[in-house]
């Protein structure tokens, strides 16, 4: 499995992001998707998933401001981010989860948001 992140930058508090991941290979394994973030200085924590059922989670962080859905035809996951803080500045990283719990990871793509 292959993943592709992308759709970082560097916004004003407030403002929003949409972050999209595009998987390819043996994505029939995949079970879940998920979105990860690593600020500096702290580990990485997972901010929001969904399962190939539909089921989404969130972090409580970001409950209510940022929301992830797929594209089952595109073959890509989203994380839709709004009203961004500061305290989001990351390194945000997708991460692909087979039935068998292997861990899938895609590079990372920046998100700085500032005041």
């Known amino acids: 499995v292959q993943l592709q992140a992308s759709g970082g930058g560097l916004v004003q508090a407030g403002w929003s992001l949409r972050l999209s991941c595009a998987a390819s290979?043996?994505?029939?394994?995949?079970?879940?998707m998920n979105w990860y973030r690593q600020a500096p200085g702290k580990q990485r924590e997972l901010v929001a998933g969904?399962?190939?059922?539909?089921?989404?989670n969130y972090a409580d962080s970001v409950k209510g401001r940022f929301t992830i859905s797929g594209d089952d035809a595109k073959k890509t996951v989203y994380l839709q981010m709004n009203s961004l803080e500061p305290e989001d500045t990351a390194v945000y990283y997708c991460?692909?989860?087979?039935?068998?719990?292997?861990?899938?990871w895609g590079q990372g793509t920046v998100v700085t948001v500032f005041s």
């Open positions: 991460n692909a989860r087979s039935l068998r719990l292997n861990n899938y």
């Open positions: 969904i399962t190939k059922g539909g089921t989404t």
């Open positions: 290979g043996m994505i029939f394994s995949i079970n879940a």
